[in-house]
């Protein structure tokens, strides 16, 4: 005879429910590559290329300028 209350069955099957759907899926623990998206076209095209959004002098000169803050920033603080 179980001397197992009602009240913890009924815990314990809620507790053993919401673990099962916690649950990684198998694809999830076996993928080597768990990509999200796709790194090809279905068609098989290759895939579009675009331009970059701002011309490189611009990367250039925030290049320049964030090392000038750096370096004022260090000299200030030695």
Do not use: N
Request: contains cysteine; proline residues 8%.
């Amino acid at each position: 005879m179980k001397a197992t209350s009602p009240y913890l069955a009924a815990a314990a099957r809620r507790v053993s429910l919401q673990i099962a759907t916690l649950r990684a899926p198998v694809y999830a623990t076996t993928c080597e590559h768990p990509y999200r998206f796709a790194r090809s076209r279905s068609d098989g095209l290759p895939l579009e290329k675009s331009k970059p959004v701002a011309p490189l002098w611009k990367d250039i000169l925030a290049g320049v300028l964030t090392m000038f803050a750096i370096a004022v920033v260090v000299v200030v603080l030695t």
